[in-house]
C-alpha cells in the first residue's frame, strides 16, 4: 500500500487533463496542432478531493492502532471506495455536461477577460479529454482499495 501511496503522489502531477485544438494560418492553409495539460491538482477539486481522500486511506492504514484491525479494514476501504467514486464521478460529470457539443468553428477577439485556448481553467473540464495521468491515478487509487480488500484481518 505504501508503494501505490507514494505513485499516487507522483502521479497526481502528471498531466490528468489535455486540451488539444488546432489553428490553420489564413493564407496558406497551414494547420497546426495544439496540446496543452493539466495536473490533477491544477484541473479539478473533484480529483484533488478524490486524491486527498486515497491518501488519508492510506495515511489511517498505516497509522491506525492494530488492536483493531476490523475497524482499521473497515474505515480504509470505505474512504478508498470513496476517492475512487469522487474521482471517476467528477470525469464522468463533466462528459455529461459536454455531451451533445461537438466539434465547432469558433472566431474568436481575444480580451483580457476570455481564457485563451491554451489556458485550463480550474473545474472546467468539458472540452477536453482525460490525460494518462488520471487512468493511472484511478487504477492506483483501486489498488489502494485491493490492498485494504486483500488484507489479513487478524494480525498479531
Do not use: K, N
Request: glycine letters at 10%; one cysteine or more.
Amino acid at each position: 500500500m505504501g508503494v501505490a501511496t507514494v505513485a499516487l503522489v507522483i502521479d497526481s502531477f502528471l498531466p490528468w487533463y489535455v486540451e488539444r485544438w488546432s489553428t490553420t494560418r489564413y493564407g496558406t492553409g497551414q494547420t497546426t496542432e495544439h496540446a496543452t495539460a493539466a495536473s490533477a491538482w491544477a484541473a479539478s477539486t473533484g480529483w484533488s478531493t478524490g486524491i486527498v481522500l486515497a491518501l488519508a486511506a492510506a495515511g489511517g492504514w498505516l497509522l491506525w492502532p492494530r488492536r483493531s484491525p476490523r475497524g482499521r479494514v473497515a474505515a480504509t476501504v470505505v474512504v478508498a471506495l470513496a476517492a475512487a467514486v469522487t474521482t471517476v464521478g467528477t470525469w464522468l460529470q463533466a462528459r455529461v455536461e459536454s455531451y451533445g457539443g461537438g466539434a465547432s468553428l469558433t472566431f474568436v477577439t481575444t480580451f483580457a477577460d476570455v481564457p485563451r485556448p491554451d489556458e485550463i481553467v480550474r473545474d472546467a473540464l468539458a472540452s477536453g479529454s482525460a490525460g494518462w495521468g488520471y487512468y493511472g491515478g484511478v487504477l492506483l487509487m483501486l489498488t489502494i482499495l485491493a490492498c485494504a480488500l486483500c488484507s489479513p484481518r487478524h494480525e498479531p
